[in-house]
C-alpha cells in the first residue's frame, strides 16, 4: 500500500503560478493520487489521512485546505499544466 512519503513536505496550499512549479514536480504523484481519490468519491477525511499525511481529526481546517488547494491543483495540472510536461 502507498504511503505518504514523510519527508517530502506538504504545503498547507499549493502554491500558485500559472506556470508550472518545482512543487508541481515534485508532488506530481500526489495530484494524480487525488484525483484518483476523488474519481471514486473518496472523502476529503480519507484524501487527507491516506494521500497527504494529515491527520484531519487533530488538523481539521489544515486537512480541508491542504486538499482542496492540492486537488485544483491536480485538476490544473491535467487540463492546462501538462502542456509544459511536453513542450520542446
Do not use: C
Request: hydrophobic residues 40%.
Amino acid at each position: 500500500m502507498w504511503q505518504p512519503n514523510p519527508k517530502q513536505e506538504i504545503a498547507n496550499e499549493v502554491p500558485w503560478s500559472d506556470d508550472l512549479t518545482a512543487y508541481d514536480r515534485d508532488h506530481f504523484t500526489i495530484y494524480m493520487r487525488l484525483l484518483d481519490a476523488s474519481a471514486d468519491d473518496a472523502s476529503e477525511d480519507e484524501m487527507a489521512r491516506l494521500i497527504l499525511g494529515i491527520d484531519p481529526l487533530a488538523e481539521p481546517e489544515r486537512a480541508r485546505k491542504a486538499v482542496r488547494s492540492h486537488l485544483d491543483r491536480a485538476n490544473w495540472m491535467v487540463t492546462t499544466g501538462y502542456k509544459e510536461l511536453f513542450a520542446p
